[in-house]
C-alpha cells in the first residue's frame, strides 16, 4: 500500500538499497546508518569494512523534499533488530 508514497523511499545505491531491502541495514530516527546484529556478526572481510563498518553512524542526507516517513523507518529498524 506504501508503493507509490514518496516518503517511503530513500535515495540509495543499488548495494545499500539491496542491503536494505534484505534487512541488513536500516536508518535511525536521524537517518544514521545501522548495521544488522547479523551482518556485523557473520562478515568480518574487508568488502565489509570498506563499504559498510566504516559508515556505521554515518547520517543519511535528508532530502529536499518528501522527508522518509518515520513511522515506517521505525518498522523497518524493528523488524531488522527484532524487537
Known sequence: EHRMNPANGLC???TYDAAF???L???DEDLRL???PSLKEHYTDAAFKKYFLVLEGQRLARPTKFNPDA???EYHRKSLLGK
Open 21 to 23: 531491502d534484505r534487512h
Open 34 to 36: 545501522v548495521l544488522s
Open 25 to 27: 541495514i536500516t536508518f
Open 12 to 14: 540509495l545505491s543499488a
Open 71 to 73: 513511522t515506517l523507518l
